[in-house]
């Protein structure tokens, strides 16, 4: 693996919905193999830059580049979209998302939850998914649950089947948007340790979060954006423990305990 060849990287990045600007010039870089996690308030910008990163939004100003390649534009302003839609499928592709509300099929199995998008999207053969599928589903602790259904799951569980699901497309980089905020501390700990487990093979990931301490284990960078900026970056050593800005400063009083 290159470790330093950036997997996502974005430069300048604005986005606006109609006369509200989110994200103000934002520059990321997470290379192959390193965790980036984005903290910062709510309303700070860090989901919606997470999702501008995988084109469910569009943005308005600067590059989005995957593996080297950068997206392809038309259009200006409120009006730019990518420019080529085989290449907006194939970037999504290789980008999975982890939503905070799960997001499973109620109709599916959870085994089918997992498989459906190799299979339908990817087109890939149903056997050899169907084995992926279950490999990745004991990897995040669940292997015994492939035949029933979401509701009868715990929400750590749903979220690490979600996890599974994610990892079953195989994908270059793993976006997490809030894994955690929808759990019980209890079972927010089953899911954030199937996360440690991730980081420590040296999977590529872009975490939004509001736990400061699974930001501070499995980051190698930590990004803090206020009102659509980045305030200050860094290692989770440094930012965690010598915040430079006030701002820094207040918002890990506030969330620290």
């Known amino acids: 693996m290159e470790s330093d ?72 302003g409120l009006a730019r979209r990518p420019g080529d839609h085989a290449q907006m499928i194939r970037i999504r592709t290789h980008l999975s998302m982890v939503f905070q509300q799960f997001n499973l099929w109620a109709h599916m199995t959870i085994l089918q939850n997992v498989m459906e998008a190799p299979v339908t999207v990817l087109k890939r053969n149903r056997t050899e998914v169907e084995a992926a599928a279950r490999r990745y589903l004991d990897k995040v602790g669940i292997g015994d649950k492939c035949g029933a259904y979401p509701a009868q799951l715990s929400g750590g569980q749903q979220q690490r089947a979600a996890i599974a699901r994610a990892l079953c497309m195989e994908p270059k980089a793993l976006l997490f948007d809030e894994p955690t905020s929808a759990l019980d501390p209890e079972l927010e700990q089953e899911v954030v340790k199937v996360i440690k487990d991730l980081a420590n093979e040296g999977r590529t990931m872009i975490i939004v979060t509001h736990d ?46």
């Open 5 to 76: 060849a950036p997997v996502i990287e974005i430069r300048d990045l604005h986005k606006s919905y109609g006369a509200l600007e989110v994200l103000k010039g934002v520059d990321i870089v997470a290379p192959a193999g390193h965790v980036v996690s984005l903290i910062g308030s709510s309303g700070s910008g860090k989901s919606t830059l997470l999702r501008c990163a995988n084109l469910l939004e569009d943005s308005q100003q600067g590059d989005i580049l995957f593996c080297g390649e950068a997206v392809t534009w038309k259009g200006h």
């Open 212 to 257: 400061m301490r699974l930001a501070a284990d499995v980051s190698d960078h930590v990004v803090f954006l206020h009102q659509g900026k980045i305030e200050e970056e860094g290692p989770p050593a440094t930012l965690f423990g010598h915040p430079k800005t006030d701002r820094l400063r207040g918002f890990l009083s506030a969330t620290v305990s």
